[in-house]
């Protein structure tokens, strides 16, 4: 199927903005509802719903990014991400920040559970969002567009948003560049981790978005 926004039949961009105002609508009504038992219920409903969008358009595994990523893709993401995770270190230590030690939900396992946190959060963000606004917006456009969506997910946080919008603009040029989620996730755990370290959970509350953040 060719992407390019103006060769999309009207019938297509129609079902893929219905796509996205529905799923991201339902992740909104995740993160706002006011109970956690509400919430999840939520969150359930939109992971239905995006699996049935994902068998109604039946993509290929190379459009969803879920092929074994190149030598060349895997080391260029990594290699960026590690220097990032180092040189934001490096930064809070050299401005008198300390960083703090892994705190108890961060233990091992917990930090294991974040990796696959990560993935789905890229699955989503880039198999599903991504590759509809490259329907409409063209791939270059995606890039940006899915980038803000994923970091308004991450408001009231504001310091999340920021950091959610820079690194949403890498995690989706990284995927137009090389379509593999695989890398992708492992730099967004790093990158997550990272932050969690570096920066005090009094301002990250627990690196919540949505009403989470406001009842931390």
């Known amino acids: 199927m060719d992407h390019t926004p103006e060769r999309q039949p009207f019938a297509r961009k129609l079902f893929v903005w219905f796509q996205l105002v529905i799923g ?6 995740a993160l706002w509802s006011p109970r956690i038992t509400i919430r ?4 359930l409903v939109a992971a239905i719903v995006i699996v049935i969008f994902f068998l109604l358009d ?3 595994i190379r459009r969803m990014g879920l092929g074994l990523p190149s030598t060349l893709g895997a080391s260029v993401v990594l290699a960026i991400s590690f220097a990032a995770a180092i040189v934001m270190i490096f930064f809070v230590q050299s401005i008198g920040g300390q960083i703090a030690p892994l705190p108890t939900w961060t233990t091992l396992f917990r930090s294991s559970g974040y990796v696959i946190w990560a993935l789905l959060q890229e699955l989503l963000l880039q198999s599903f969002f991504f590759t509809r606004c490259e329907d409409l917006f063209g791939t270059s ?6 980038a803000t969506l994923f ?3 991450h408001l009231p946080n504001l310091i999340l948003t920021t950091l959610a919008l820079v690194g949403g603009l890498f995690f989706c040029e990284m995927f137009r560049r090389y379509r593999s989620i695989y890398p992708i996730g492992i730099v967004h755990a790093l990158l997550g981790l990272t932050v969690a370290i570096t920066m005090p959970d009094s301002l990250l509350h627990h690196m919540r978005a949505g009403i989470g953040f406001l009842q931390y």
Not at 24 to 29: D, M, N, S, T
């Open 58 to 60: 039946r993509p290929s």
């Open 24 to 29: 991201y609508g339902l992740i909104e009504c």
């Open 40 to 43: 999840n219920r939520w969150a």
């Open 141 to 146: 456009g995606a890039v940006w567009v899915a």
């Open 151 to 153: 970091a308004a997910a």
